[in-house]
C-alpha cells in the first residue's frame, strides 16, 4: 500500500514557474514508478510525466516536454514536478500516482495508487 500526498500547487502568472511535491508513505516506494496526471474543468484527466524507479527513466507529455521536469528522491520517499514556463492551458488539479513495472505508463489505469491533488492556477 502507497499513500501519496500532494503540495506545492498555488497562482502563477504565466511565464513562472512553481514545483510540486508528492510525498509518499509505505516502505516500498522505491519499487514503484512514479506519474503525475492533470485534470482541467470538463476535461478527462491526462498524462503529464513517469519516472521509473532505479535508472529514473523518465516520460513526458508532449504539450509538457522541455518544461516539466520529474524526478525522485527515494531516500526521502519524495516525487517532484517542476515546472517552467507555466501557459494558462496549464491549469489544473495535479494527481501524483504509483505504478508498478507492469503498469502501463501514461495510461490512468495503469496506476494502482494515487493522491488527492493539488490545484495548479496559471493567470496570465
Known amino acids: 500500500q502507497v499513500r501519496l500526498v500532494e503540495s506545492g500547487g498555488g497562482l502563477v502568472q504565466a511565464g513562472g514557474s512553481l514545483r510540486l511535491s508528492c510525498a509518499a508513505s509505505?516502505?516500498?516506494?522505491?519499487?514503484?514508478?512514479m506519474g503525475w496526471f492533470r485534470q482541467a474543468p470538463g476535461k478527462e484527466r491526462e498524462f503529464v510525466a513517469d519516472?521509473?524507479?532505479?535508472?529514473?527513466?523518465?516520460l513526458y507529455a508532449a504539450s509538457v516536454k522541455d518544461r516539466f521536469i520529474i524526478s525522485r528522491d527515494n531516500a526521502k520517499n519524495m516525487v517532484y514536478l517542476q515546472m517552467n514556463s507555466l501557459k494558462e492551458e496549464d491549469t489544473a488539479v495535479y494527481y501524483c500516482?504509483?505504478?508498478?513495472?507492469?503498469?502501463?505508463?501514461?495510461?490512468?489505469?495503469?496506476?494502482?495508487?494515487w493522491g488527492q491533488g493539488t490545484q495548479v492556477t496559471v493567470s496570465s
Open positions: 500516482a504509483a505504478r508498478l513495472s507492469a503498469g502501463v505508463v501514461g495510461m490512468r489505469h495503469g496506476y494502482l495508487y
Open positions: 509505505g516502505r516500498t516506494f522505491s519499487t514503484y514508478a
Open positions: 519516472i521509473t524507479y532505479g535508472v529514473g527513466n523518465t
